[in-house]
């Protein structure tokens, strides 16, 4: 948090005047420098001022009446350049078309060169300056997360987990659908966030739900959202997962346990990208990145009638397989020396290590619950440990509790 | 600043929250603008490049009200409708030498009372 806080306290608000009257242009600029948080600089033109773009004002005031372009062509232009900048007209122009069009393209505010113009637009500031800022602390708080779930997350060095950050490679800047495999506890849902975070998606939403844990009758509300009234005790609009998700990656865990009526309709979003609210008959355009996982085989659940066949196949985007821990040699060791490293520190114990034939035990072990088991393993361990060294007799297996 | 009878310099001095370099700043830039922004009235309606000509009388326009000089009020706002709109085109160079006479005596008026200003 001190570090958000520094990171916020530094960061000025970078504006750009455009104003060709110098005298004008002058004053606007001399009354923002008053304000210690904001560096302003002035332009007498469009032109000028696109020459230092690069330097990503967060505001940018225009004026209407400039050489070559007026300030609505300008703003349009900023608009196409994609970047995220608040602009304010400040203009002797009152024509209601130029205002309408002005907001139209997007400006935040429209001020009319008269005796309170300077004042307004001093509030104007501040206001943006503070929403700047929020966005600025939301910023850090994503690089945060993005940092938090990069290919780092995924420790290990064996080959068949190189081999999974191979596949991940190869769809790292791709929208395609991609089903992660493997038994409970391999760490799929860690595979999907790293997905997410690295790619181009990674400062949207990141919606995980288990299907498995919703009842039935609930499923699909929680996946599409509903309308008020859309069902006795539905007392307000409520977006659904897809939705929330818009723009970002939705990751469907235990995609095997969907009932077979959500299934069609799930079909019919991964086609055609658009979802309807339950009791509205409103099509709201989808952007949805999905990830979908299982530890079952859908295969043998269509044997079975259990899963569609038409989704099935639709789910065959990009098949990641997790390989179980077993299967994973020395990554074993590698994993249980970050668990307790991490537990010790997390709990604010004195640094512990492994006796060797503590670790020959962790390796020649089946581990049925994979990961989630492993973790679990070593933080009772740590618990249960006397002095510096985790030894055989801390170790107890899920098979010894059952 | 009581010498002042063309000028008014109450919004500038309220809008510059009494920093009186910042006034002083600004005298100066109406200084040194206003005689060249006379020359190019006087160039640009004879050649008749009303674009610009409305560019300068609308920079003018600002320069003048934000120093208080409200007898040019409705001469500016003719002169922009005038050459924005390409009509009455005949009045303009009277409009114009009107325009520069009242900015002479603005600068006279500021030259002979400059000592006072920014104290």
Redesign the interface.
């Known amino acids: 948090m001190e570090q958000l806080v520094t990171a916020t306290q530094r960061s000025l608000i970078k504006i750009f005047i455009v104003e060709?009257?110098?005298?004008?242009g002058?004053?606007v600029k001399?009354?923002l420098d008053?304000n210690p948080q904001v560096d302003a600089v002035l332009f007498k033109s469009g032109e000028e001022m696109f020459r230092e773009i690069h330097q990503q004002p967060d505001i940018v005031i225009l004026d209407y009446?400039l050489?070559y372009k007026n300030g609505v062509q300008i703003i349009e232009e900023l608009q196409n350049l994609g970047l995220d900048i608040a602009v304010i007209l400040l203009s002797?122009q009152k024509n209601v078309e130029v205002v309408v069009e002005a907001y139209k393209l997007g400006a935040k505010n429209y001020i009319i060169?008269n005796?309170n113009a300077?004042?307004e637009l001093d509030n104007c500031v501040r206001n943006l300056g503070d929403n700047i800022n929020l966005k600025k602390e939301i910023d850090v708080l994503k690089d945060q997360i993005i940092d938090r779930n990069s290919y780092s997350g995924i420790i290990g060095e064996s080959q068949a987990i190189q081999r999974v950050f191979a596949l991940m490679q190869k769809i790292k800047n791709s929208d395609v659908l991609a089903l992660i495999t493997g038994e409970s506890g391999t760490g799929k849902e860690v595979v999907a966030k790293t997905l997410h975070y690295n790619s181009p998606r990674r400062r949207k939403s990141f919606v995980a739900i288990n299907v498995a844990a919703i009842p039935d009758d609930l499923i699909e509300s929680e996946l599409f959202g509903y309308e008020k009234g859309a069902f006795t005790g539905a007392s307000g609009r409520r977006l659904g997962k897809f939705e929330q998700a818009n723009g970002g990656t939705i990751f469907l865990d235990e995609i095997g346990e969907i009932d077979l009526n959500v299934q069609k309709k799930l079909l019919r979003v991964l086609q055609e990208k658009k979802i309807s609210r339950l009791g509205s008959n409103k099509e709201i355009d989808l952007n949805v990145r999905v990830i979908a996982a299982t530890n079952k085989s859908l295969g043998q659940l269509v044997k079975e009638n259990k899963f569609r066949e038409d989704l099935y196949y639709r789910l065959q985007g990009f098949l990641i397989h997790l390989p179980p821990l077993r299967e994973r040699g020395n990554d074993v060791i590698i994993l249980a020396k970050y668990f307790l490293s991490e537990f010790c520190a997390l709990n604010k114990m004195e640094k512990k290590s492994f006796s060797s034939n503590t670790l020959m035990d962790l390796m020649k072990y089946r581990w049925p619950g994979n990961i989630r088991e492993l973790k679990s393993v070593i933080e009772r361990a740590c618990l249960i440990s006397e002095g510096e060294k985790i030894t055989l007799d801390d170790l107890i297996y899920s098979e010894a509790i059952n | 600043m009581e010498g002042f009878k063309l000028l008014d310099l109450s919004y500038l001095e309220q809008v510059c929250s009494g920093n009186k370099a910042m006034v002083t700043k600004m005298i100066d830039l109406f200084v040194q603008q206003t005689p060249l922004q006379m020359e190019q009235l006087r160039k640009l309606s004879s050649a008749g490049d009303w674009q610009e000509f409305f560019n300068v009388v609308h920079k003018m326009k600002s320069s003048l009200s934000m120093m208080g000089v409200k007898s040019l009020e409705s001469t500016m706002v003719n002169l922009e409708d005038y050459s924005k709109n390409r009509i009455k085109l005949d009045v303009i160079p009277d409009l114009i030498t009107h325009v520069i006479d009242t900015c002479g005596h603005i600068l006279v008026e500021i030259e002979s009372n400059y000592q006072t200003i920014g104290k």
């Open positions: 060709d009257d110098v005298m004008f002058d004053l001399m009354k008053e009446f050489p002797g060169k005796e300077l004042v």
